[in-house]
């Protein structure tokens, strides 16, 4: 029978940090949607779909290259979603014009062995409104326009994440502002999709689009109640992930995939 085979690689972002836990205690994530949306499209038809995800929180884009490209491209994925680069454009030190060469040699050599590629730009901002926030919504403007560029020479699927303004809406994240929540993940599954050319709504969740739909207003907060939150949120994420940037570790460091092989996915049973 026709197999489609979805091969996933990157960082946090494609592991599915933050969605809900799965049986085995990895998050499930976008990724693991798309996976369960497409064998439940194949299943009209009698075809198989298998999944793997290789990607590892915290890689850099050379370490998704080293680590999972050819990997990837060894398991002959019908389509590969291809995700690095936002872990580099976070560090101040990294030079954008060089990092983006580097992502058009990656996405050209995934290109050459899938059928179909998927890339995503990156969501600029998680509702922040600081200097920081906006240096950081600059410099991954950048890099979006560039994975848009790259897209089109290789005819690849873009999923523009940051031209859909729901994204920034903070209840759609994780605490850390930098992961999304089980709802957050929904959505871009939903996007990634109807990319794929997905339009059951019973499989997207909802009508076609409607991943693009804002949230009911938010309840008015005080002044005081934002800047408690945004001193927890220094206090639990921002220094220790500068802590771990000093010393040279990563969250990933000594983690291993977590579905490094295909795998057969079963329309009525989530991945």
């Known amino acids: 029978m026709p197999v489609t085979r979805l091969v996933c690689v990157g960082d946090s972002f494609t592991e599915g940090m933050n969605d809900e836990l799965r049986a085995d205690g990895h998050h499930r994530g976008w990724s693991d949607r798309v996976a369960l949306g497409l064998a439940q499209q194949a299943a009209a038809t009698g075809d198989a779909v298998e999944y793997a995800n290789l990607a590892v929180r915290g890689k850099l884009l050379d370490q998704v290259v080293a680590e999972q490209v050819e990997p990837a491209l060894g398991m002959s994925p019908t389509i590969t979603t291809f995700h690095a680069g936002p872990n580099d454009v976070l560090r101040r030190g990294t030079d954008l ?19 179909r590629v998927v890339l995503f730009t990156a969501i600029g901002r998680a509702g922040g409104t600081g200097r920081l926030a906006q240096l950081l919504a600059d410099r991954f403007a950048h890099f979006n326009a560039n994975v848009r560029e790259v897209a089109d020479e290789q005819g690849a699927v873009v999923i523009d994440l940051e031209r859909v303004p729901v994204l920034t809406d903070r209840r759609l994240w994780r605490s850390d502002r930098l992961h999304l929540n089980a709802d957050g993940h929904a959505r871009v599954a939903a996007a990634v999709l109807d990319g794929l050319g997905v339009d059951d709504p019973e499989i997207l969740g909802g009508a076609p ?6 949230l009911p207003p938010a309840p008015a ?6 800047l408690a939150r945004d001193a927890e949120w220094i206090r639990a994420h921002l220094l ?17 995939a977590k579905d490094p092989v295909l795998r057969v996915v079963s329309p009525g049973v989530r991945p």
């Open 97 to 115: 014009g060089d990092l983006f060469g580097r992502y058009r040699a990656a996405v050209t050599r995934v290109s050459e062995g899938s059928e």
């Open 209 to 214: 689009g409607w991943w693009d739909e804002p």
């Open 221 to 226: 907060s005080s002044r005081s109640a934002d």
């Open 240 to 256: 220790p992930w500068v802590g771990r940037r000093l010393r040279g570790v990563s969250s990933g460091d000594g983690r291993a």
